[in-house]
């Protein structure tokens, strides 16, 4: 993907954030609060999840260009995915921001971070979201195990 | 001024400094007396009758005399610290938990830094105390009208920093110490921000607590201040007991403890922070603090002239008379334009600087900070101008 690609994918996203929301939305959503210690990065990620498929996301909160990027695709590509598959690709998509062996089945927009590793800090940024949902699913996980 | 005593500017001639809030940068004569000290004498002081622990003692010894100095104290006045925020919390916890009771008042305002208010809060948890909010004008400056109107009859303490580190406003501190005074109310000034960049002197200003930080003054890191009035020293319980700080013990009933200020440092203290922050106070004192707040000024002024130039640039603070400057460019998150400016080798600082209830005064979350130093010169606000006078070209670069 080259430059202006990505930089049209982040900048849309950023712009048109897919299913932020103004207030914490009804029904049965799990809400994680997801932050940066270095910036100001401040979401609540809110995850619906019905028979071990994740049937919505939604997130409310202020954030910068990358993280909020980041969560807009974040939520496009994991909507409708099954806690096991929703697992791996937050693994992935984490060991690419990171530099790590990854593969890129089911990324699309989210290859736009891929040379993200380079940008220092804004790491953080990327996988701000990631850190919200991979911790809603262990918590279902584990109620459900209980 | 004095860039060639700046190795990370000599040797980066394309970065450009604006986070001197933050921390500033080193020159090549405090690290050369920190150098010294390790390669050369690193012992302890108040040890040894060797002449090496004897050397060390004569120079931490004239570092707080250079300090005290420095703001116009004695020696018996300075209480080495880790840095503003130890001093304060030193203040708050050896002297104000025991000073203060349930109902007294704590003045303090919104533009605090949290080294400010965290304290405070703690106490009004501990001990019941309230903290009170100075109203804010509509520059976001403290004016004496309001603290005068803000003092009841239960307010003990004043607090304020003397230069806020968002707003940068310069507050009128002899102006509140007199006024506080004669309601016997003390004053404690956080002077992360006004120590390093203007003259203070603490008998013109008759402030009875006054707390800074060496980083943030071309000293090392992990070496602050606390300046204690002389009269109020009785009062100050050390909150770490040790090594150095006492004469003599026996049980709990027998210890009797040295004089301040080295009661009040327990332990091997910072020698080389000390040393380095010695060398700073030199260094400042050599070039002159009024001629490094004049300089900050006029640079200071520049830089609104310049921003004032773009519509979609919102100053935070228009009037002050320090060399802080904070602003947002309309649906920009301020760390977005930190990211496009480090791609020109520009630092600045952005988020919310750590005054997180500024916010009740301002409605406003975060902000890009440019802090300027006498290093700083006015091409390089030109150039950080420059940059943002393209709008477009911010909102693309920002993202990648």
Known sequence: MDIETKREILTENYSNPYNKVDKEPTGNYIMENSSNDSCIDNINVYVDIEDNIIKDIKFTGEACAISTASTSIMIKNMIGMNLEDASKYIDNFTNMIYEKPYIDEHFEEALAFDETYKQGNRRTCATLPYRAIKKIIEDYKNNKNN | MNRSDFSLLVNNKDIIYFDNGATTLKPKCVIDSIDD?????????????????????????????????????????????????????????????????????????????????????????????????????????????????????????????????????????????????????????????????????????????????????????????????????????????????????????????????????????????????????????SIGMDKIHEHECMLKTHLVKRLKEYKYIKLLNNINDSGIVSFNIDNIFSQDVGYYLNKYHICVRTGNHCAKILKYETNVTQTVRVSLYFYNTIEEIDKLCDLLSDYDKIRKEMII
């Not at chain 2, 050369?40 to 108040?46: D, F």
């Not at chain 2, 008042?105 to 909010?133: C, G, M, Q, R």
Request: net charge negative; with cysteine; aromatic share 8%.
């Open chain 2, 37 to 285: 000290y390790y390669n050369n004498y690193s012992v302890n002081v108040h040890r040894g009758e060797y002449d090496l622990s004897f050397k060390a003692d004569e120079i931490y010894n004239e570092a707080r005399e250079n300090v005290a100095k420095f703001i116009n104290a004695k020696s018996n006045e300075i209480i080495f610290t880790s840095g503003t925020t130890d001093s304060i919390n030193f203040v708050v916890d050896g002297f104000m938990k025991s000073y203060l009771h349930e109902g007294d008042e704590v003045l303090i305002t919104y533009a605090e830094h949290a080294s400010n208010v965290l304290p405070w809060f703690n106490l009004v948890n501990d001990i019941h105390i309230k903290v009170s909010y100075i109203p804010l004008d509509s520059n976001y400056h403290v004016t004496l009208d309001n603290v005068k109107k803000s003092i009841t009859k239960n307010t003990k303490v004043i607090s304020l920093a003397g230069i806020t580190n968002v707003i940068g406003d310069v507050r009128p501190i002899k102006e509140i110490c007199i006024l506080a005074h004669k309601n016997n109310i003390l004053v404690l000034e956080d002077g992360a921000q006004s120590v390093p960049h203007m003259k203070c002197d603490v008998k013109d200003s008759d402030v009875d607590f006054l707390c800074f930080s060496g980083h943030k003054m071309c000293g090392p890191t992990g070496i602050g201040v606390l300046y204690i009035k002389e009269s109020l020293e009785d009062k100050l319980k050390p909150v770490r007991l040790g090594g150095g700080m006492n004469e003599s013990f026996d049980s709990p009933s027998d210890i009797c403890l040295k004089d301040a200020p080295i009661r009040y440092e327990a332990g091997t203290p910072n020698i080389a922070g000390i040393i380095g922050l010695n060398s700073a106070v030199k260094y400042l004192s």
